[in-house]
Structures are given as C-alpha cells and as structure tokens.
C-alpha cells in the first residue's frame, strides 16, 4: 500500500445526484442509436463517472455501461450509449435506466448513492416500443 495518497474524505459530500433521466434517440449512418441522458451533467468534472444500468419491465437487469464525462462531452450525444443490440424492438419489453454518479475526487467528493433496490425516482422513463410506432 502506498501512502502517496492519503484517503481524507470519509466526511466528503456526496456528489449530486443526476437527474432529468430520459431517453434519446439519433439516427447516425442510417443506425438508430439509444443514449441514456441527464440533464444536470455540467455539474460534474471531466475526471468523473457514470454507470448507467439498464432494466427490462419485469425488472431483469439488461445491461450497463460506464463513461467518464469527458467520453461523453467529447462525443457530443450527450449521455451514454445504450447499444441497440440490447433492447429488443417489436416485443412486449420496455426499458428504463439508472444513472449512478462515481467520483474522482475522492478527498472532495464521494460517489452518488444508488440504493438497492432503488426507489422509483432513481429510474429514467420507459423506452417502450409499442406505444412509439415504428420504433
């Protein structure tokens, strides 16, 4: 163990919360691509992370994906890729997402809570299929 860094922050705030979660959709070479987005993300600095996990409506864990959020400035699309591969059009499954804020300021700032199970407002919207024609 090196003691180069010495671990302050065991009273660090929190980082907030992201919120605002929903859906975006873009068509890019003819491909849809699915992003999970929040709108507070300009209150975070380069160095820190998301993990966005994605469930289905029965509640099974689908996915997740992990960025910085220089990955996703630098990207411009605002949020993280959700891969189409993943979300199955045309059936009777919807999905929503969680976003989890992970910190790299450990002295300054400790990572945004996740409960488990989350409560309701910690889930984006649905992304249901059925109720979007042609999606």
Known sequence: VSDAF???GMDAPR???PTGLTWALYEIDNTRKYYAIWDNIEEYEDGDWFNVTVYDNTGAYVMNNTWS???I???SLGGISVPAEFLIAGSDKAYRFTVQAISSRPNEYSSSPMPDPAPEEYYSPWLD???QSGQ
């Open 129 to 131: 299929f059925d109720s």
């Open 73 to 75: 400035v630098q990207k």
């Open 15 to 17: 980082l907030p919360s």
């Open 69 to 71: 959020k220089s990955q």
């Open 6 to 8: 010495e671990y302050t």
